[in-house]
């Protein structure tokens, strides 16, 4: 329970800060790349997901094939809920939500760089280095309190940060993949979905079709 509290704690603190980014000081072009509800979030939403699941079990599945694993067994002289498992988890699922935060955050043109929102980047730090010491130098006390093990092979502790860091590099090929008007274009065509259409676009073809009207009754002769 201890864990699935820090984890709130994590996930309140960085959807707290996330939301505090402001936005930029100019008008763009351009409408935001996608409306809340949309067919392209909900596909970014699958792939996410399906990858956060993929980067979890690779990871778990890697621990349970080194030789120092021990199955986690209730009635052991382990102490409840303190095993290899409910390490991995903790700590991948703690890297990912920090991390997924700094992906997801919508930057410019239409928001600030994400160093304007300096609460969120304490936040950040502060459970990315947290969920550090978890890996490579446990502390005691904190661990006996969260029911975690150490990992005890560097290799391993190694082989845990670069899987999270292809974990990160992949979520953003897939928002730089999806981010694209042809991505976007392609899932309409697909669903025979049809994408609504900014205001802006709006107003802009009123006033095309007011101005033919005016030009084709020679108002201006």
Avoid at 19 to 47: E, I, K, M, N, Y
Avoid at 51 to 71: E, I, N
Avoid at 163 to 179: C, K, M, Q, W, Y
Wanted: glycine share 6%.
């Amino acid at each position: 329970s201890s864990g699935i509290n820090a984890e709130y704690g994590v996930i309140s603190g960085i959807a707290a800060t996330l939301g505090r980014s402001h936005p930029a000081r100019d008008l763009a072009p351009t409408s935001p790349p996608s409306q809340l509800v949309d067919l392209r979030v909900f596909v970014l939403l699958v792939c996410h997901v399906l990858l956060t699941a993929a980067a979890q079990f690779s990871l778990l599945s890697y621990l349970k094939s080194q030789p120092f694993f021990v199955p986690y067994k209730p009635h052991a002289d382990l102490k409840e809920g303190a095993c290899f498992e409910n390490t991995a988890l903790f700590t991948v699922s703690g890297f990912q939500y920090t991390l997924y935060g700094l992906v997801l955050m919508q930057g410019p043109p239409h928001r600030q760089p994400v160093y304007h929102n300096w609460l969120f980047l304490v936040v950040f730090l502060a459970c990315t280095t947290l969920t550090g010491l978890f890996i490579f130098q446990p502390i005691p006390w904190l661990t006996d309190i969260m029911n975690l093990v150490s990992l005890e092979s560097l290799y391993v502790q190694l082989t845990f940060v670069l899987g999270i860091f292809v974990n990160l590099l992949l979520a953003a090929l897939i928002e730089i993949i999806f981010s694209g008007d042809r991505i976007t274009r392609f899932l309409e065509k697909v669903v025979f979905f049809s994408r609504p259409k900014g205001r802006h676009v709006q107003i802009e073809e009123e006033w095309s079709a007011i101005y033919s009207d005016f030009t084709s009754k020679n108002f201006y002769k």
